[in-house]
């Protein structure tokens, strides 16, 4: 099968994709999404930034309604738990207390941080312990409840038709663009809610991973790409943004991650 990509970011001037993984059957850890009909899908690396993409035999636009939040935590009360969980981990062993820092570190200033697709809000949790004003962005309400305890405010309207006259110092994508099928719009659609002289700092997943396997997490279904290096720069750039720093880790949890720091070209 001859794979196209449809992105209009990716700008390899190449034909042939290499299929890397194959998938068909339901990888026995992975989430019951109740896919209707075959279950078949693929990544599929460009051979010139080594980006990988998703191809799926199924729809994958219902994957992030209702269902989502309840297969992964059930409830409220589960994502009370998950947080919990997560919050009390040493650092060592903690990838959002270890993102904290990191931003931290690079901002060195208080300053406002809109965290896009926040979920149990830990890294909000953990990076306002550091001095600065936080606010997060999900599209499921229960997230929203569940951190207002947490006196940590959640807006949860569509990016697109956020509207909010103050602008950030910084804006966080967290293991977030490899879940969207146009990450360009989405990096867009943030400038407009940033600083002159913000940043915006992102977190995928590395292509690295392939040296674990087809079943690692770093390649479950719900991601629809998995970047590299140069595609994560490439994509900055083609969303009008300036590639601060960028950098290759293993997280405390085995994720192969790449994060970045980007500015508005001017």
Known sequence: MKFKVKDN???????????????????????????KGEYRRSF?????????????????????NKDYLDLTYKDEKGISERFNQISKLPIKKSDNKNRALRVNSFIKKRSN??????????????????????IGFDID???????KKKKI????????KLRNKKKFDLISFNKVLEHVPDPLKNLKESKRLLK???????EV?????????????????DHLQ?????????????????????????????????????????
């Open 141 to 147: 309400e229960r997230y929203k409840n569940f951190l």
């Open 44 to 64: 599929y690396e460009c051979p010139s930034c080594n980006h990988f993409f998703a191809f799926h035999n199924f729809k994958t636009a219902n994957l992030y």
């Open 153 to 160: 405010n959640v807006i949860t309207k569509n990016l697109n």
């Open 226 to 266: 998995i970047f590299s290096i140069s595609s994560l720069d490439n994509l900055a750039r083609c969303a009008g943004l300036l590639t601060v720093k960028i950098k290759r880790i293993i997280e405390p949890s085995n994720k192969y991650t790449i994060y970045g720091f980007f500015k508005k070209i001017k």
């Open 205 to 221: 997943p590395d292509v690295m991973a392939k040296l674990k396997g087809k079943f690692s997490g770093e390649f479950c279904l």
């Open 9 to 35: 970011w990716h700008s390899c001037k190449i034909k042939n994709f290499k299929k890397v993984f194959e998938y068909k059957k339901k990888p026995t850890a992975e989430k019951n999404f109740k896919i």
């Open 113 to 134: 941080i809109l965290d896009v697709g926040c979920g149990t809000g830990v890294f909000l949790y953990e990076i306002k312990k550091k001095g600065h004003k936080v």
């Open 196 to 202: 002159r002289d913000g940043i915006i700092y992102i």
